[in-house]
């Protein structure tokens, strides 16, 4: 005897492996572009330390010829290197009025680029007005 049953469709149900292999994809290519902005903000680290440090050691300057002017002390420009930065300093006369003074700090340091002996150099320069 032969049976003659209605013949029923193939129906999926669930995840096959083709959609697996998508978002297996997918989760991969995330996790990819998320790994390579995080080696990037690593490599500006330095930069932005370096930045923070000169900030900082400019307002140190500013401080310290504060003091020396309170004191009598004439100053009206100089240079020091101190961790690696070298700060130069200008006092300037009549500027931007007459009877006033501008005090200007510069600040240099160098961060290696990328192993070479060619260093690019970065500065912070800070005039400031009574």
Not at 2 to 15: D, E, L, M
Not at 55 to 81: C, P, S, T, V, W
Request: proline share 5%.
């Amino acid at each position: 005897m032969v049976n003659c049953a209605p013949r029923q469709k193939f129906v999926t149900r669930g995840w096959t492996l083709i959609h697996f292999h998508f978002l297996l994809l997918i989760v991969t290519l995330a996790l990819l572009g998320f790994s390579a902005r995080a080696i990037s903000k690593m490599g500006s680290d330095p930069t932005t330390m370096m930045s923070a440090k000169a900030i900082r050691l400019i307002q140190n300057k500013m401080q310290e010829l504060y003091q020396q002017h309170m004191y009598g002390k004439a100053i009206d420009q100089g240079h020091d290197q101190i961790e690696g930065y070298k700060r130069e300093w200008k006092i300037s006369e009549n500027q931007p009025l007459s009877g006033n003074k501008t005090l200007t700090i510069k600040i240099l340091w160098s961060l290696p680029n990328g192993g070479t002996p060619k260093s690019l150099q970065h500065q912070v320069v800070l005039p400031t007005h009574p």
